[in-house]
């Protein structure tokens, strides 16, 4: 679920623009860390990357 975290954030927002949480905030590090991972994937590759996910998440599930 992080890397559908890290895709959204980065096809909506962009490079990560926000500090790092603080060490006590372990979901905020975690959601921070997969989408600092997408630096430098455009909007365009960040939402074609989500899209093939969710896909891929819709046929293991049968959604």
Do not use: H
Not at 6 to 34: C, E, H, M
Not at 40 to 60: F, I, R, T
């Amino acid at each position: 679920i992080a890397e559908i975290y890290g895709l959204y954030k980065q096809a909506t927002v962009g490079d990560v623009n926000i500090s790092r949480p603080g060490i006590f905030d372990f979901p905020g590090q975690k959601k921070w860390d997969a989408w600092n991972c997408k630096k430098g994937l455009s909007k365009d590759e960040a939402m074609a990357a989500y899209v093939v996910w969710v896909e891929n998440l819709k046929k293991k599930y049968g959604i």
